[in-house]
Structure formats: C-alpha cells, structure tokens
C-alpha cells in the first residue's frame, strides 16, 4: 500500500533548526500530518495541514517552533523546526489524514520514518 514518506533526518544542537520533507504523491487531495515517536515512548501528533495548504494544526509543544507547510505542485510537505530541544528527539513520520489516524492508536500503516536527534 502506499505510504508517506518522510525524509531529511539528521542531528543538530539544540536551539538549531532542520527541515524534514515528505513525499505526498497519491496524497494531493488529502490532509497531511506529522507524527513523532520518542525513544521509548509511543508516538504523538506533532501537527497537520490542509489539502491545499492554506490550514495548519500544531500540538501545544511545536506552536512557534515548527511550521508545516506543502508544496502541491512537487507533492511535497514540510516540516521546519526550529529552537529544538533534546525533548524534541524522535522518530518523525508523516501521514495523510491525520486527523483520523488520531483516534487510531493502534494505527499500523506508517511509512518510513525520519530519525531527529537534537543534542543539548
């Protein structure tokens, strides 16, 4: 089945920024969202975006440090994060409608994920 993947991983400092992206062909008309899973713990909703981009969620904890935002010509969606924080170190994924993989928990059709360490 076709999944979302999200790409553009890596380690930063905290107080640093990175960009993750995520691949949403077959997903136009769709909602997107991001997720993330902390070692060890089990995976939260980071926020989620409008099919035409033009609406945007974010958990509490992201407000004023990332922004989600999608490119629907290159089928693509964006997450920029910035002033992370070691708390902010997980595994990222990204989803189509996430609003309903919200009331999922036992949700099972992740893609790929993105590996974020933030060091302090």
């Known amino acids: 089945q076709v999944q979302a993947v999200a790409l553009g991983g890596g380690t930063v400092q905290a107080g640093g920024s990175l960009q993750l992206s995520c691949i949403t062909s077959g997903f136009a008309t769709s909602p997107m969202g991001w997720f993330r899973q902390p070692p060890g713990k089990e995976r939260e909703y980071v926020g989620a975006i409008s099919p035409r981009g033009d609406s945007t969620d974010y958990a509490e904890f992201v407000k004023g440090r990332f922004t989600i935002s999608r490119d629907l010509a290159n089928d693509k969606m964006y997450l920029q994060m910035s002033k992370l924080e070691p708390e902010d170190t997980a595994v990222y994924y990204c989803?189509?409608?996430?609003?309903?993989?919200?009331?999922?928990?036992?949700?099972?059709?992740w893609g790929p994920g993105a590996q974020v360490t933030v060091s302090s």
């Open positions: 989803v189509s409608k996430p609003a309903i993989v919200k009331l999922q928990p036992d949700f099972d059709s």
